[in-house]
């Protein structure tokens, strides 16, 4: 598809956008309370250590969560050619930078870093390649098209608390990723007992550390979009903290039972 062409759509899907952005922010809403009635019920994401049969054939693992999250690095990346108002505006340039940020390095550099790992379904595969295509869409266009902070902006010290909290969230993150990966030698199989950074106070500290990401970025944007996006995430991955935690406990005798699942000293 042209440039040319892309703008033309970009703008007459402009026109009523706001309204599309709020339905599909609702529509998190609503699908995140059902996701997580389904996860505290008892059932696991088919995904990871609980991939199972049922649910479409298998797709490479490294390859599946390139293709799954890089949407949401191209659709915004697709938004810096289009003459988006938001782009000259430096907040909204500063907020669109860490989503973007992000997802280059989940779609990007996480991907390749991988080792070994179960493939995965096809079924959660495409759903998350769904979620991907739509939330870039949301988040970028209404940052880049729809957000206003004002003149004064650096005066308002959501974006600042915000700003840090996505940072020390990425950094949990990515940290944690990497304590994972190194646990096994090569050749090695099976799970073992993560220690070192955040694992120290909860079992699942790469998704706490995600979890905080989008809590910060929705506090930092102060928007609609952002929030949902950031209870659907709760949803969504703060029951597998959980289901990982029991997993654990089960699993290793010596498990430290300080531990929480998802949030230090609470959950």
Known sequence: MEISTLTTLVNLVYQNDIYILHLVSYTYIVTSVLVLFLLISGITAPYGRYTRDGWGIFVNGKLAWFVQEI????????????????LRKAPNVLLFSLFVIHYFQ????????????????????????VFCFVNGYLQSAFLLFHADYGNNWWTRTHIWIGVVIFFAGMFINIQSDHILRNLRQPGETGYKIPKGGMFNYVSGANLFGEILEWFGFAVATWSFPALAFSFFTCCNIGPRAWQHHKYYLSKFDDYPKSRKAVIPFLL
């Open 71 to 86: 949407p949401s690095f191209a659709v915004p990346v697709i938004f810096i050619f289009q003459d988006a108002p938001g």
């Open 106 to 129: 989940r779609a990007c550099i996480f991907p390749f870093l991988i080792r070994g790992g179960k493939p995965t379904p096809f079924v959660p595969f495409f759903l998350a390649l």
